[in-house]
């Protein structure tokens, strides 16, 4: 089993900066793909980025290229999101995600996942 826990979410205005983070403990070794989703209220889930984390290979939904950064401290079995320049639609739980496998944008894909963080961004 992995344990993914969330942290970093909160309120920001229009045009900020939030940096996520997610730490995974239990079999860590097992995990190929660590991701972020996100889901706001009344809309489905949607993919945010992903990140091959033996590879090094990163993925992102269309939304977020060139304002979101995945990155990760594999010492520290932790993977980050960096959001910039933040938008009142950016506005949603943020889910961090793991697969035992390679996977990229498909939420069914993902073994485990966390509880979620709130991230607001007013206007």
């Known amino acids: 089993q992995v344990q993914l826990v969330e942290s970093g979410g909160g309120l920001v205005q229009a045009g900020g900066s939030l940096r996520l983070s997610c730490a995974a403990s239990?079999?860590?070794?097992?995990?190929?793909?660590m991701a972020w989703f996100r889901q706001a209220p009344g809309k489905e889930r949607e993919f945010v980025a992903a990140?091959?984390?033996?590879?090094?290979?990163?993925y992102y939904g269309d939304s977020v290229k060139g304002r979101f950064t995945i990155s990760r401290d594999n010492a520290k079995n932790t993977v980050y999101l960096q959001m910039n320049s933040l938008k009142p639609e950016d506005t949603a739980v943020y889910y961090c995600?793991?697969?035992?496998?390679?996977?990229?944008?498909?939420?069914?894909?993902?073994?485990?996942w966390g509880r979620g963080t709130q991230v607001t961004v007013s206007s």
């Open positions: 995600a793991a697969a035992v496998k390679i996977v990229y944008s498909r939420a069914d894909d993902y073994d485990y």
């Open positions: 239990g079999r860590t070794l097992s995990i190929y793909t």
């Open positions: 990140s091959w984390w033996k590879v090094g290979t990163t």
